[in-house]
């Protein structure tokens, strides 16, 4: 099992940066891939970014390319997204993710709110 909790989130103008944490515990392989996730109201859940816990390679979706960066800090167990050039479009709740590279993505955090005002 796998424990995901999600910290960071707020409210930010257009233009702005936010930095979200995700802190996770339990069995955590380095073969487990970390993602972000994000669903803005009546919309689907959207794909935004993910890492592999222990080689470090990414990716991200095309809307957010340049604007924001996952990283993660294994000694600390947590992955980051760092998100700068934020839009109004940004504007939802963002979860964490993990997976292992066979699966689907079958651990999720709680969720966090991100807020962007133009």
């Known amino acids: 099992q796998v424990q995901l909790v999600e910290s960071g989130g707020g409210l930010v103008q257009a233009g702005g940066s936010l930095r979200l944490s995700c802190a996770a515990s339990?069995?955590?392989?380095?073969?487990?891939?970390m993602g972000w996730f994000r669903q803005a109201p009546g919309q689907e859940r959207e794909f935004v970014t993910a890492?592999?816990?222990?080689?470090?390679?990414?990716s991200y979706t095309d809307s957010v390319k340049d604007r924001f960066t996952i990283s993660r800090d294994i000694a600390k167990s947590t992955v980051y997204l760092q998100m700068n050039g934020l839009k109004a479009e940004d504007t939802a709740v963002y979860l964490c993710?993990?997976?292992?590279?066979?699966?689907?993505?079958?651990?999720w955090g709680q969720g966090t709110q991100v807020t962007v005002s133009s």
């Open positions: 993710a993990a997976r292992l590279p066979t699966a689907d993505w079958g651990y």
């Open positions: 339990g069995r955590i392989f380095s073969s487990h891939i």
């Open positions: 890492i592999s816990w222990g080689g470090g390679s990414r």
